[in-house]
């Protein structure tokens, strides 16, 4: 079993930056992903950025280029820094951790909710 426990959220004015943190722990696999989902009202939710324990990034083309993922694999954290915010980013924001073949194992957290304002 994998907990994560996230942390950052908030209601910041368009422009402005927020950071994300999510803290895993349990059972973990040194071979893993761990990444950000959203979900805005009414949509599906959807890959924000991910993270590899081998440092592949993968980030979602609404967020290139103004969202920066990292991790401290020594305490199975990973971090979104958000910056140049936008009101279309409100959604609640899951952290997400994959392990085993084709990272078929997931885990999810709660979520933590980001609302931009315009």
């Known amino acids: 079993q994998v907990q994560l426990v996230e942390s950052g959220g908030g209601l910041v004015q368009s422009g402005g930056s927020l950071r994300l943190s999510c803290a895993a722990s349990?059972?973990?696999?040194?071979?893993?992903?761990m990444g950000w989902y959203r979900q805005a009202p009414g949509k599906q939710r959807e890959l924000v950025a991910a993270?590899?324990?081998?440092?592949?990034?993968n980030y979602a083309d609404a967020v290139k280029g103004r969202f920066t993922i990292s991790r401290d694999n020594a305490k199975n954290t990973v971090y979104l820094q958000m910056n140049g915010l936008k009101p279309e980013d409100t959604a609640v924001y899951y952290c997400?951790?994959?392990?085993?073949?084709?990272?078929?194992?997931?885990?999810w957290g709660k979520g933590t909710l980001v609302t931009v304002s315009s």
């Open positions: 993270m590899s324990s081998s440092a592949n990034i």
């Open positions: 349990g059972t973990i696999s040194s071979i893993n992903t």
């Open positions: 997400n951790f994959r392990y085993g073949p084709s990272y078929g194992v997931t885990y």
